[in-house]
């Protein structure tokens, strides 16, 4: 009776299926290892998107500080503290804004509507030092003063002087004491410190010049391209009109 023998076969078999299985792992441990690299791009990704947003609002919040004269990181704490209150902090330091030309307004004319409900409030526009006082200085000033009025008072006489965004208008009513304790949370805890700012300006400073040294790098290349490109275009239209005839 003939057997055959199959031995050989099955040797060969079992090879190919350690071979297979080992290949199937290479390429999982493959896709895994892509997995995270796709990861990781995508996350450092994010956080350049996210620095660069930061440094772009810090930008912002600088300029507002110099226009208003009041240091970056108070400035930052008064939008932190709307924010706090569900506020928007760009509200809040819009308000700033106004109560500085509410303060300038009073000073430059004394019969202005603006000089007349600072004086009503018994609102002083100058410091000790005789200098104009800055918004910050006035918004805590304004709510002294309007602490012992009724809400709807209180409320009339804020939106008097400019100051309109309803969550500065509730910081306000929250008395000098609880606004001042606010600030000072935040100014200690969350706002940006004078030396990240400069470290934030920095860098965007120099974001600006890699952007203008692309932006000059792409011109370059359009201008070294045009004549080739001009020449393909003439050499087309001329091959049309040879088909046209």
């Known amino acids: 009776r003939f057997q055959a023998d199959t031995s050989g076969a099955e040797e060969g078999l079992e ?17 895994a290892r892509a997995a995270g690299v796709l990861t990781a791009v995508l996350s450092a990704g ?14 912002a919040l ?19 503290a709307a924010e706090r209150m569900g506020g928007d902090a760009q509200g809040a330091r819009d308000s700033l804004t106004d109560m ?10 004394v019969e202005s509507g603006r000089a007349k409900t600072f004086a009503a409030l018994g609102i002083s526009l100058r410091g000790v030092n005789g200098q104009a006082k800055d918004a910050i200085t006035g918004i ?3 709510a002294d003063a309007v602490q012992d009025m009724s809400r709807e008072e209180a409320i009339f006489r ?25 600030l000072a949370t935040q100014k200690e805890a969350n706002a940006i410190t004078k030396e990240q700012a400069e470290r934030a ?11 203008q040294g692309i932006s000059a790098g792409a011109n370059s290349l359009f201008d070294w391209m045009i004549p080739a ?10 091959i049309v009109d040879w088909v046209s005839e």
């Open 62 to 80: 600088n300029r507002t500080s110099e226009a208003l004269g009041i240091g970056i990181t108070e400035l930052d704490a008064f939008g932190l």
């Open 201 to 211: 300006l920095a860098f965007n400073a120099s974001l600006n010049t890699l952007r």
């Open 140 to 142: 805590l000033d304004l």
């Open 46 to 59: 994010q956080a350049i998107s996210g620095a660069i947003a930061r440094a772009a609002d810090v930008e």
């Open 100 to 109: 500085a030309e509410s303060i300038g307004e009073a000073l430059q004319d």
């Open 158 to 182: 804020i939106k008097e002087l400019g100051i309109t965004d309803n969550r500065t208008v509730e910081m306000v009513l929250k008395g000098r004491k609880e606004l001042e304790r606010m």
């Open 229 to 238: 490109l001009q020449q393909g275009v003439e050499w087309l239209t001329k």
């Open 15 to 31: 090879r190919t299926e350690k071979k297979t299985d080992s290949l199937g792992n290479s390429f999982a441990g493959l896709a």
